[in-house]
């Protein structure tokens, strides 16, 4: 059975860091690559970062570039999203999945589409 679990539930202060992460299990993690949306109340899911199956490629969404690094762990299965620098607006449900598709245009892995499997969603809450 397909499991994404993410962990990392916070109450932050603006400029703050947390650290969310994403442990899957049922596949075999090395063949996905990973993402992390996220979806603000009222608001559509949004694309956050993307990480390659070898972790060779990651990107971003522009309005957390320079402030969140997704990385992975393929020994352990884990995905995480480490986020400093939070502001107020970062407030969402954060949300993990996988695909196994492929495609060398970095645009494909920022549609919510692309992605098969998504976890549950944890709360990030960032207070000014």
């Known amino acids: 059975q397909v499991q994404l679990v993410e962990s990392g539930v916070g109450l932050v202060q603006a400029g703050g860091s947390l650290r969310l992460s994403c442990a899957t299990s049922?596949?075999?993690?090395?063949?996905?690559?990973m993402c992390w949306f996220r979806q603000a109340p009222g608001k559509e899911r949004e694309f956050v970062a993307a990480t390659s199956r070898s972790s060779g490629s990651t990107n971003y969404a522009d309005s957390v570039k320079g402030r969140f690094t997704i990385s992975r762990d393929n020994a352990n299965n884990t995905v995480h999203l480490q986020m400093n620098s939070l502001k107020p607006e970062d407030t969402a449900v954060y949300y993990c999945?996988?695909?196994?598709?492929?495609?060398?245009?970095?645009?494909?892995?920022?549609?919510?589409?692309?992605?098969?499997?998504w976890g549950q969603g944890t709360q990030v809450t960032v207070s000014s």
């Open positions: 049922g596949r075999t993690f090395s063949r996905y690559a």
């Open positions: 999945a996988d695909t196994l598709g492929y495609s060398s245009s970095s645009y494909y892995y920022t549609r919510r589409d692309t992605y098969d499997y």
